[in-house]
């Protein structure tokens, strides 16, 4: 029986988790070959959606589809929903990597869900690969001066900015690009999601993130808490790239919070992983939403709770923002057993 993850209290600080080894401490990798044992892995994570970094500077790696599902199963592996290769722009032998050198990216984020499919963007992923950058010195982030990143849903611009909780946990802003309603809809809704656990198909919405997301609201924490994630839903019409299908509740705000600012409970399935703790663009799609469907009174600001922590979105006319904190949990060195595994999949 699957057990539904639990959401933090209200206000709970997130990410908290001390950093692995910064710039000072750690060396510089060495240039990966096709033998693992020589590849430097980190784990990561943002509110608790969680990653397998591999450095690649020079773009030395093919890492396939079989290696990523290996390093990311927890149990044969090193754990994660999904692997972001780390390799400069200019190196990364991929499409989009052109136009992210062209927008001065020097860094592109290759990133693949954890059952090594491609995705076109991961916005807690985002956060990650640039606190690994800062943190081994590939690049610095001061000030309201934007880093430059390359994905394959295009080049997003990041900032670092204190956590609104007032504490010293790093926290990073990603202007996560223009974002649409890609379906015709009626009556704020374009599809019927059939959810184990839920007593009947719920309308959604579709929202495109760069990735596609169908989100649904429920009417209470308690079906939310009831809703089986483990199966993936079934979306009517069926999306043709796949969809990661997101469940909101909305919150009323407490005594002590912000009264302007609109609060969700979300939880996620997502697209080749499942359901995991957090994810950011779903995060935006679920405001986005919740805000159309609130109509003109909808805030533009908005504190996402998912049981992996809380990430605030800012919604400015077609664009949005994500804004939510990085951790990394430590370096990864693989054993000779683990390493010929993973080479055998080459």
């Known amino acids: 029986m699957s057990q539904t993850p639990a959401f933090p209290p209200t206000g709970a600080p997130t990410g908290h988790v001390p950093s692995a080894p910064g710039p000072s401490e750690a060396p510089a990798p060495a240039l990966p070959t096709a033998d693992p044992r020589t590849w430097s892995l980190t ?29 990311c199963d927890r149990r044969a592996g090193i754990g994660g929903d999904g692997l972001i290769r780390v390799v400069r722009s200019a190196a990364a032998g991929i499409p ?11 860094w592109f984020m290759d990133y693949r869900n954890g059952d090594g499919s491609i995705a076109e963007m991961c916005g807690n992923g985002v956060r990650a690969f640039v606190h690994y950058l800062v943190e081994r010195g590939l690049v610095a982030l001061d000030g309201d001066t934007p880093l430059a990143v390359g ?16 504490t010293s946990a790093p926290w990073y802003r990603v202007e996560m690009g223009v974002w649409e309603f890609p379906l015709p809809h009626e009556n704020g809704a374009d599809s019927l999601v059939a959810t184990r656990g839920i007593d ?17 609201a429920l009417a209470s924490e308690a079906e939310l808490r009831a809703a089986d994630l483990v199966p993936v839903p079934e979306v009517t019409p069926v999306p043709p790239h796949g969809t990661n299908v997101e469940y909101i509740v909305v919150r009323e705000a407490g ?6 600012i609109g609060h969700l409970l979300m939880r996620v ?60 949990v430590g370096d990864v060195v693989p054993g000779a057993e683990f390493a010929s595994a993973v080479a055998a999949r080459a």
């Open 43 to 71: 784990k990561a994570h943002g509110t608790m959606n969680d990653f397998v970094l591999v450095a690649d500077p020079a773009g030395a790696l093919d890492v396939t589809p079989s290696q990523v599902a290996l390093l």
């Open 269 to 328: 399935n997502e697209r080749g992983v499942g359901e995991t703790h957090a994810c950011g663009t779903g995060a935006c799609a679920s405001a986005l939403a919740a805000r159309y469907w609130a109509g003109a009174a909808g805030p533009d600001v908005w504190d996402v709770q998912q049981p992996g922590g809380t990430v605030r979105i800012e919604v400015d006319g077609d664009t949005v923002a994500l804004s939510g904190p990085a951790v990394l």
């Open 151 to 166: 994905t394959r849903a295009g080049t997003r611009f990041v900032t670092r900015i204190p956590d609104p909780a007032g």
């Open 255 to 260: 005594p002590e919070e912000d009264q302007s």
């Open 200 to 216: 009947v198909a719920r309308p959604a919405l579709s929202v495109d993130m760069g990735n596609p997301h169908t989100v649904v």
């Open 96 to 106: 989009e990597a052109a136009a992210a050198v062209t927008d001065g990216a020097e």
